[in-house]
């Protein structure tokens, strides 16, 4: 079955800087990569995802790297602000045929300093 | 995106009682839902799959005479916990995945936190 790794699991950051969270993925029939955050206390949010025939996406600050090849997956999120303060999650699936589940990964916590 | 409600948005309970979580799509029909559990500190662990009009199906491990999944319609699934104890408190989060051709976008509940004393 999948399993997806997930690095660092925390993130220290200056307000403005860049934070990259990578994941690596062990299944090369996964062919969608969601990434969640995740406040204290509230359910996970999903805020950028892409799929295997996408090599990156980007969506204003955020954007979404896959390398199909060494079945990585990489989120980066520039000019950090506090509250992008969260733990986030990467996770991998693989749709078509019969039907997957969601892996996550084990999380990231991301803290940004102002 | 799609948005999924859980309620209560916590519960506390004796030990040996029974909880019910409800979950709910607000503006999309999911014939499948999720029922995930979050530890703290930890990452989501999925317990069962609801599915609408038949049995849930759960993952290894998980006892389904103790987490009754009930998907009664196409916007709500149900999850009790039975005879719940200490061990059982936890964060239970829903998902469910938009509907529509190649559809793959899956969207969570706000979770639900349940504490058993």
């Known amino acids: 079955g999948e399993n997806v790794e997930q690095h660092p699991s925390t993130l220290s950051v200056q307000e403005g800087d860049s934070a990259v969270i990578k994941c690596t993925y062990s299944?090369?029939?996964?062919?969608?990569f969601p990434w969640y955050k995740q406040e204290l206390g509230k359910g996970p949010q999903l805020i950028i995802d892409?799929?295997?025939?996408?090599g990156e996406k980007k969506d204003q600050r955020i954007a979404v790297t896959l390398n199909k090849t060494a079945k990585h997956f990489s989120l980066h999120i520039t000019e950090t602000q506090p509250e992008d303060s969260a733990v986030y999650f990467c996770?991998?699936?693989?749709?078509?045929?019969?039907?997957?589940?969601?892996?996550f990964g084990k999380g990231t916590k991301l803290s940004v300093k102002p | 995106g799609a948005v999924v409600s859980q309620h209560p948005s916590r519960v506390i309970c004796k030990s040996g009682t029974s909880v019910k979580i409800e979950c709910r799509s607000l503006?999309?029909?999911?014939?499948?839902m999720f029922w995930y559990r979050q530890f703290p500190k930890q990452s989501l662990m999925l317990m069962a799959t609801?599915?609408?009009?038949?049995?849930?199906?759960?993952e290894q491990g998980v006892e389904k005479d103790k987490f009754l999944i009930n998907h009664a319609s196409l916007t709500l699934s149900t999850l009790t916990v039975t005879s719940a104890h200490p061990e059982d408190s936890s964060f239970y989060i829903c998902?469910?995945?938009?509907?529509?051709?190649?559809?793959?976008?899956?969207?969570f509940g706000p979770g639900t936190r349940l504490t058993v004393t």
């Open positions: 996770a991998a699936i693989s749709y078509g045929g019969s039907q997957g589940n969601l892996i």
């Open positions: 998902s469910a995945p938009t509907p529509g051709h190649f559809s793959y976008e899956q969207y």
């Open positions: 503006d999309f029909q999911a014939t499948t």
């Open positions: 609801s599915n609408e009009g038949s049995k849930a199906t759960y």
């Open positions: 299944d090369s029939a996964s062919n969608y």
């Open positions: 892409i799929r295997s025939n996408v």
